[in-house]
């Protein structure tokens, strides 16, 4: 089955700074990468996907990048905030498969004011 | 507030004893996902709807536990004869497509 894996676990930036998240899969037939932010005692909330026929998305200060030859995709948020602050996942899925959502372990952003 | 919902948000229980809970997915979302999440951890998929039809279980759903959606709306999930293992977040999740799974608040369980 599939696997995602996410770093860093953990990450600190100044303000105003930009973060990086990186991620690969496993699956081949993957095409469908969904990012959530999950904030602490909170549902997980999708802030920005990729589908593989893009390379690249952009939404205000967040991006995300997906090289599928090499199974990889980012997430990169400039001029953070403190806002900013929480639990980031990614995730792949088959959307004509299984439809299952297949998640990394997480990346705790700090933003430092 | 037309967002998915769930219920109980905590839940307590005595090892053994039998638990369900219940999503309430946003309207017109004929796909509906349930996964767990433990502490430190992204979510897992437990197993998922497209209308009434359970179309996909995970080898994390034992036979303690069973999911349904009757007449395609609302779901439950049941766990009988709770152990401390089971204790976790259960997330929900719909979606119109199948595309953007959007997350309940989760039930919270506790097996003491």
């Known amino acids: 089955g599939e696997n995602v894996e996410q770093h860093p676990s953990t990450l600190s930036v100044q303000e105003g700074d930009s973060a990086v998240i990186k991620c690969t899969y496993s699956d081949s037939a993957s095409n469908y990468f969904p990012w959530y932010k999950q904030e602490l005692g909170k549902r997980p909330q999708l802030i920005i996907d990729?589908?593989?026929?893009?390379g690249e998305k952009k939404d205000q200060r967040i991006a995300v990048t997906l090289n599928k030859t090499a199974k990889h995709f980012s997430l990169h948020i400039t001029e953070t905030q403190p806002e900013d602050s929480a639990v980031y996942f990614c995730a792949a899925s088959i959307p004509r498969g299984n439809e299952k959502l297949t998640f990394g372990t997480g990346t705790r952003l700090t933003i430092i004011p | 507030d037309t967002g998915v919902s769930q219920d109980p948000r905590h839940k307590i229980t005595k090892r053994g004893q039998n638990v369900t809970f219940r999503c309430d997915p946003i309207s017109e979302h004929n796909r509906l996902y349930w996964y767990r999440q433990t502490l430190g951890q992204g979510p897992e998929f437990l197993t998922y709807f497209q209308n009434e039809a359970q179309l996909e279980k995970s080898r994390l759903l034992s036979d303690r536990f069973s999911a349904e959606r009757p007449k395609g709306s609302f779901s439950t999930l049941e766990i009988q004869r709770t152990e401390q293992g089971d204790s976790a977040m259960y997330l929900c999740?719909?979606?119109?497509?199948?595309?953007?799974?959007?997350f309940g608040p989760g039930t919270r369980l506790t097996v003491t």
């Open positions: 999740a719909s979606s119109f497509s199948v595309y953007e799974q959007y």
């Open positions: 990729i589908r593989s026929n893009v």
